[in-house]
């Protein structure tokens, strides 16, 4: 990896910790892609909910 992508994956990283800080400190969640591709909704008590293509809309 070069310098810039190991720099550009740390920022990405810190941006994902200071999110689940602030649902935290909000008392909200977090939604976010896994690596087996999967949308999930991960809340500040730790739990961790799969999303399906109906949690997408809004109406």
Same mark, same amino acid.
């Given at each position: 990896? %070069? $310098? /810039? =992508?190991? $720099? /550009? *994956? @740390? /920022? &990405? #990283? /810190? =941006? +994902?910790? #200071? *999110? @689940?800080? $602030? *649902? @935290?400190?909000? +008392? =909200? !969640?977090?939604? !976010?892609? %896994? %690596?087996? +591709?999967? &949308?999930? #909704?991960? !809340?500040?008590? +730790?739990? &961790?909910?799969?999303?399906?293509?109906?949690?997408?809309?809004?109406?």
């Amino acid at each position: 990896m %070069t $310098d /810039l =992508t190991q $720099d /550009l *994956a @740390k /920022l &990405i #990283r /810190l =941006t +994902g910790d #200071r *999110a @689940k800080l $602030d *649902a @935290k400190a909000n +008392g =909200t !969640y977090v939604v !976010y892609k %896994t %690596t087996e +591709g999967q &949308i999930v #909704r991960e !809340y500040s008590t +730790g739990k &961790i909910e799969k999303m399906n293509e109906q949690d997408f809309t809004h109406e």
